[in-house]
């Protein structure tokens, strides 16, 4: 008696089925090829200056990539997470708790997402260029707040909270031996957010929500679910999560600069597209956008080490996204 066998399925379905996969190549084929080129790449210092900027940067590309997965766009994150950070040190500053002051700074920029978010919905004009416009005010508005210049945290004793947030893992780089090794507790924070959201995302009703309306609005509205309060609410994580990473890049530097965050948003959207995330929407993982921030981030640092001029980095990066893109449009 003869057995019928399953058919087996095609690279090209389990690639689609599982975009992380083509990420995961991706990072480690740059691996090797730094490892190999770049002297110091494989040192307990280079590795943690990778992991600790992906974690913060990291921190805002999640809350970019759900948005993205609703089929919308913030332009607008780097003006956020400026804000966020001046807003924690004017408050710090004025003398209230580290505590206090953090939570009015996540209110504030959860507060910018909420009207970003209120906007889109409101008038139908694509965030793209919502948000575009969005970009330049919150800018505007942490040059106003922080008068044009630093804001810096003023009193000598450092804040527990400070070390909680983004202080440095101090068994861990000693376990290093390198003197320059630098493993921060950002890290921690941003491994718990990517858990969180991950289950949020694949294991929630909220989450199903996200994909539907992403993929495809009309018949995620005929079937129930709130299409424009879930748009508002992503919109609000977004400028949160992007504030998040405000207040947690000010407890390392203690210093807060009207550039800061400026050109941000374009590498969080860039680590979502290398990571799986569709421009169009309703595809897209969490932990495929941590691998496109750590490929970015292992980028620019393997380039550095290298010696190549930054423009050199921004190329790349840009080619890497062309590929990314591609890739995803045909699977």
């Known amino acids: 008696m003869r057995t019928q066998t399953l058919p087996v399925r095609s690279l090209r379905y389990v690639l689609s089925e599982y975009s992380e996969v083509v990420t995961l190549i991706t990072f480690a084929l740059i691996f090797v090829i730094f490892s190999v080129t770049a002297n110091n790449f ?8 990778i992991v600790t900027f992906a974690s913060v940067y990291g921190i805002m590309a999640i809350g970019v990539a759900i948005l993205m997965i609703t089929g ?37 920029s959860a507060l910018l997402g909420l009207i970003n978010g209120w906007i889109v919905v409101a008038t139908k004009t694509p965030s793209f260029i919502v948000t575009l416009g969005t970009l330049l005010a919150y800018r505007g508005i942490a040059r106003f707040i922080g008068g044009g210049d630093f804001a810096y945290y003023k009193e000598s004793q450092v804040p527990a ?6 202080g440095p893992v101090t068994w861990l ?25 991950t289950i949020l995302m ?4 909220l989450g199903n929500w996200i994909y539907a309306v992403g993929g495809n609005p009309g018949a995620a509205l005929a079937q129930g679910v709130p ?9 609000a994580l977004s400028s949160l999560l992007a504030g998040l990473a405000g207040v947690i890049q000010f407890a390392e530097l203690k210093s807060v600069d009207p550039l800061r965050g400026f050109g941000l948003e374009l590498i969080a959207v860039s680590a979502c597209v290398i990571g799986g995330v569709l421009l169009s929407g309703g595809v ?12 970015l981030t292992m980028l620019q640092q393997g380039l550095i080490l290298l010696q190549v001029p930054l423009e050199m980095f921004q190329a790349t990066a840009g080619l890497i996204i062309i590929i990314a893109v591609v890739i995803n449009s045909k699977l």
């Open 227 to 235: 299409v424009n309060r879930v748009k508002i609410l992503c919109f």
């Open 173 to 197: 780089n000693q376990l290093a031996a390198d003197p320059s090794a630098n493993m921060r507790y950002s890290v921690v924070w941003c491994i718990g957010l990517v858990i969180l959201t």
């Open 284 to 295: 897209g993982t969490i932990t495929g956008t941590m691998l496109g921030m750590l490929i």
């Open 42 to 49: 494989l040192t307990a210092s280079a590795l943690f200056n």
């Open 161 to 166: 909270l400070f070390k909680i947030l983004n």
């Open 72 to 108: 919308e766009f913030d332009l607008s994150v780097g003006s956020v997470l400026a804000v966020g950070s001046y807003v924690f040190a004017i408050v710090i500053n004025a003398g209230y708790s580290a505590w206090i002051a953090m939570v009015v700074a996540l209110v504030v």
């Open 202 to 205: 694949t294991r929630t009703r």
